[in-house]
């Protein structure tokens, strides 16, 4: 079983930064893909990008593209999601999730995901 959280949320001003963290514990992830969920009130949970296992593999949502940076660390067990350029449709609760797939692709297919966080809270607005 793997424990998933997240951190690094709040309230940030259009244009602006946040680094999003989400530490894994429970098994090393050297076979596990990562991902980077949301869901804004009101709509459905939406992939926003994924890591491979090996970390050589990246993928973006469209609006992500440009903005956002995915990146793991297996030694410490813990993903991070930099986003920046940040825009009030960014508003939304950020989700970390993992399973195994040991694989040089990353997938952003929701139902594939066996564990995740509880979420942290990103709001951009002036």
């Known amino acids: 079983q793997l424990h998933v959280v997240e951190s690094g949320g709040g309230l940030v001003q259009p244009g602006g930064s946040l680094r999003l963290s989400c530490a894994i514990s429970?098994?090393?992830?050297?076979?596990?893909?990562i991902a980077w969920f949301r869901q804004a009130p009101g709509k459905e949970r939406e992939g926003v990008s994924c890591?491979?296992?090996?970390?050589?593999?990246?993928d973006y949502t469209d609006s992500a593209k440009g903005r956002f940076t995915i990146s793991r660390d297996n030694a410490k067990n813990t993903a991070y999601l930099q986003m920046n350029k940040l825009k009030p449709e960014d508003t939304a609760v950020y989700y970390c999730a993992t399973f195994f797939h040991p694989q040089p692709l990353c997938v952003m297919h929701i139902r594939m995901y066996d564990f995740w966080g509880q979420g942290t809270q990103v709001t951009v607005s002036s």
């Open positions: 890591i491979s296992s090996s970390g050589g593999n990246t």
């Open positions: 429970g098994r090393t992830l050297e076979y596990y893909a």
